[in-house]
């Protein structure tokens, strides 16, 4: 008689420990199951930004080029003009550099511009202060050889120097 109790504890005991290990199961699973779907949430969300940079660089890198190549006809047909030199910082003594306009508003260059202007404020908000210092420097470069202030060479390296610098920031590897 003393020995009766034990079957049903034992099974008692059993099936209690039987549906905490399968309600645990279940918590953890959905547990499981809920962290996946933020971790994939996140790459989606970081896969869909970098694919979105990439657009906006490469418009903006399109537009760059194309307002360089309007710069160029610009200034080998001598179509800009000189700038009011009094309103200039001197230049130093012997400069072979000589002061031009920018472009005359309405000429293919201006258009060019007014878009890669555009275009600078969707590159900012994309690619924060890092990127946007790179795009500045593309518009400033643009601007500065128009004005003669800057040759060829100078526009090239810094489209060449702000090209990396988005490909990088549009293929790094997000945490």
Same mark, same amino acid.
């Given at each position: 008689?003393?020995?009766?109790?034990?079957?049903?504890?034992?099974?008692?005991?059993?099936?209690?420990?039987?549906?905490?290990?399968?309600?645990?199961?279940?918590?953890?699973? =959905?547990?499981? %199951? @809920?962290?996946?779907?933020?971790?994939?949430? &996140?790459?989606?969300?970081?896969?869909?930004? $970098? +694919? #979105?940079?990439?657009?906006?660089?490469? =418009?903006?890198? %399109? @537009?760059?080029?194309?307002?360089?190549?309007? &710069?160029?006809?610009?200034?080998?047909?001598? $179509? +800009? #003009?000189?700038?009011?030199?009094?309103?200039?910082?001197?230049?130093?003594?012997?400069?072979?550099?000589?002061?031009?306009?920018?472009?005359?508003?309405?000429?293919?260059?201006?258009?060019?511009?007014?878009?890669?202007?555009?275009?600078?404020?969707?590159?900012?908000?994309?690619?924060?202060?890092?990127?946007?210092?790179?795009?500045?420097?593309?518009?400033?470069?643009?601007?500065?050889?128009?004005?003669?202030?800057?040759?060829?060479?100078?526009?090239?390296?810094?489209?060449?120097?702000?090209?990396?610098?988005?490909?990088?920031?549009?293929?790094?590897?997000?945490?």
């Amino acid at each position: 008689m003393t020995w009766e109790w034990l079957g049903p504890v034992t099974t008692a005991v059993v099936g209690v420990v039987g549906v905490a290990g399968t309600v645990l199961t279940a918590h953890l699973g =959905r547990r499981h %199951q @809920l962290d996946a779907v933020r971790t994939q949430g &996140a790459i989606s969300v970081a896969v869909a930004l $970098a +694919a #979105e940079k990439r657009l906006v660089y490469a =418009r903006f890198l %399109q @537009l760059a080029r194309a307002a360089f190549g309007e &710069a160029g006809l610009l200034v080998d047909g001598g $179509a +800009a #003009e000189l700038m009011d030199e009094a309103s200039l910082p001197p230049l130093p003594a012997g400069s072979k550099i000589k002061y031009t306009g920018r472009y005359r508003m309405g000429t293919p260059f201006a258009a060019a511009m007014s878009e890669l202007n555009k275009c600078y404020d969707e590159v900012m908000i994309m690619g924060g202060d890092e990127i946007g210092s790179q795009a500045t420097a593309v518009i400033s470069a643009l601007s500065g050889y128009v004005s003669g202030m800057q040759n060829v060479w100078d526009v090239n390296r810094v489209l060449g120097s702000a090209a990396t610098a988005m490909h990088e920031d549009a293929t790094r590897a997000r945490a």
